[in-house]
């Protein structure tokens, strides 16, 4: 029972330090394009992480299930509407960060 | 066990909280976008993790439909804004 709880506890710590670099991503870079690499991916990696700790303290039961259709629901839903949300930036011609420009 | 899920939520919470500056102040339209899209991402964890936290399991429903009101949600917002109208005729 220990081993279980430590094996969760270190996937919900990974799973909280994606989220917290993908914060600071979506802070510090300079670009919409830049902050949207940075939180496309670390936030589907640290949700399902978290997700994959729960599902290990949880066991084997309904809420397995549940825990695993919602992080698959995410695994296709998050890329998609980042790819979407890229492509209507890119088509509407929001300028491209270089480097040596101002910040916006 | 219920010490790292309690951590967690705190965690995520703040992050949470420090997103919203740039959902508030960032310069045009899709930085407010993908702040708000980070923001329901962060929601769906925190509702899973508060499920454990207070031991009610039933907050993981809530969460699943979440997911699908917030990936609803931010397609149709790109959809508007790349085409200036949601139903092309």
Known sequence: ?104 | MIIPFLVVGIIIASTILVCSYRAIYGPGTFNRIVAANVIGTKAIVLLIVVGYIIERPQFIDIALMYAVIAFMGTIIIAKYVERGELCSR
């Open chain 1, 1 to 104: 029972m220990l081993a279980i709880d430590v094996v969760a506890t270190m996937f919900l710590a990974a799973g909280a330090f994606f989220m917290i670099t993908g914060t600071i991503g979506l802070l510090k870079f300079p670009d919409f394009y830049t902050r949207m690499h940075a939180t496309g991916k670390c936030d589907t990696l640290g949700q399902i992480l978290i997700i994959v700790g729960c599902m290990i303290y949880e066991g084997f039961t309904l809420i397995t299930i549940k825990l695993l259709m919602v992080s698959a629901f995410y695994l296709l839903a998050g890329p998609a509407g980042g790819h979407a949300l890229m492509k209507a930036a890119y088509v509407t011609g929001l300028p491209v960060w270089k480097k040596g420009d101002k910040r916006m």
